[in-house]
């Protein structure tokens, strides 16, 4: 059995199953377990693979053909150029989350304050305080699980955030430049109709929110004027189609220059909004 010959058979495998990007997949996998690089697999694709590598490429393939995903099996999300360690349990950093971060960072200065709420593997905060100079970030979850993956997280990547359990803002205090997040959005009587990968695998109170997915943006729009300063800016990331609810929810609490933020693949992603000096 040839390295080519393995990942030809892992693709099948997992295309058979209904895999999406079953060929990335397989690829991955491939790597993870053999410790090589796509390009040595790619120029050495006629080399014998060893037996042990094989037997360990089927394993994860059978994991990932259940459903299991990805990230859980490798133990690894990249995330805005960065690897964070994914664990069961914590809501999977995700590709669509990155536009969040990178509109934030066309404002958030060196040395700003700034408080992830729902903060989970803390992918968000994390890419902040590592790409911008001496940001003071602060990270909320309720779940211990998520607060202990942003700890190794944090530690992983060099940066030392200020780590609250808290039901939303009941255990913040002081003020902040920005508040990014992104809570969870799901209405719950969607939630059983979502990927085996999702519903399955990622932990329901990051996913539910609520009879009409906006329980967690009333939370914030109402809040969060307390915990900024003036002046000081929202980003919360939304679903495709919740962008005039949110933004209606935060205009009404009486933040101003509320935007709607489509994503490059021209879904609605982010709301993003301006507190008012009049709100207290």
Same mark, same amino acid.
């Given at each position: 059995m040839t390295f080519e010959e393995a990942y030809r058979s892992g693709v099948e495998k997992l295309k058979d199953s209904?895999?999406?990007?079953? %060929?990335?997949? @397989?690829?991955l996998l491939l790597e993870f377990v053999s410790g090589k690089d796509r390009t040595f697999i790619l120029v050495h694709g006629s080399d014998e693979i060893e037996e042990k590598v094989y037997n360990d490429y089927k394993e994860v393939l059978e994991q990932r053909a259940?459903?299991?995903?990805?990230?859980?099996?490798?133990?690894t999300a990249d995330f805005m150029g960065l690897e964070f360690e994914a664990r069961p349990n914590v809501l999977i950093p995700?590709?669509?989350?990155?536009?969040?971060?990178?509109?934030?960072?066309?404002?958030?200065?060196?040395?700003?304050?700034?408080?992830?709420?729902?903060?989970?593997?803390?992918?968000?905060?994390?890419s902040l305080m590592k790409y911008k100079n001496d940001i003071k970030g602060t990270a909320v979850d309720l779940s211990? %699980?998520?607060? @202990?993956?942003?700890?190794y997280n944090a530690e992983k990547l060099g940066v030392s955030p200020e780590i609250i359990k808290s039901s939303m803002f009941e255990n913040v205090e002081g003020e902040f430049d920005?508040?990014?997040?992104?809570?969870p959005y799901i209405p719950s009587n969607v939630i059983e109709g979502l990927a085996s990968e999702v519903k399955d695998h990622d932990p329901r109170m990051a996913l539910d929110g609520g009879d009409d997915g906006l329980e967690f943006y009333r939370i914030i729009a109402n809040e969060a004027?307390?915990?900024l300063v003036p002046e000081g800016r929202i980003f919360v990331e939304i679903g495709y189609d919740q962008g005039d609810a949110v933004k209606a929810l935060f205009e009404a609490a009486g933040f101003i220059e509320v935007e709607v933020l489509k994503d490059y693949a021209g879904n609605e992603?982010?709301?993003?909004?301006?507190?008012?000096?009049k709100i207290r």
């Open positions: 209904g895999i999406q990007d079953s %060929d990335i997949d @397989a690829r259940s459903h299991i995903p990805l990230q859980h099996i490798t133990h995700r590709f669509d989350t990155e536009f969040l971060v990178e509109e934030a960072m066309r404002y958030v200065e060196d040395g700003s304050k700034v408080l992830d709420m729902c903060t989970g593997s803390g992918c968000i905060l994390l211990d %699980d998520a607060l @202990a993956l942003t700890r920005y508040i990014v997040s992104n809570p004027g307390k915990y992603r982010v709301v993003k909004c301006l507190k008012n000096w």
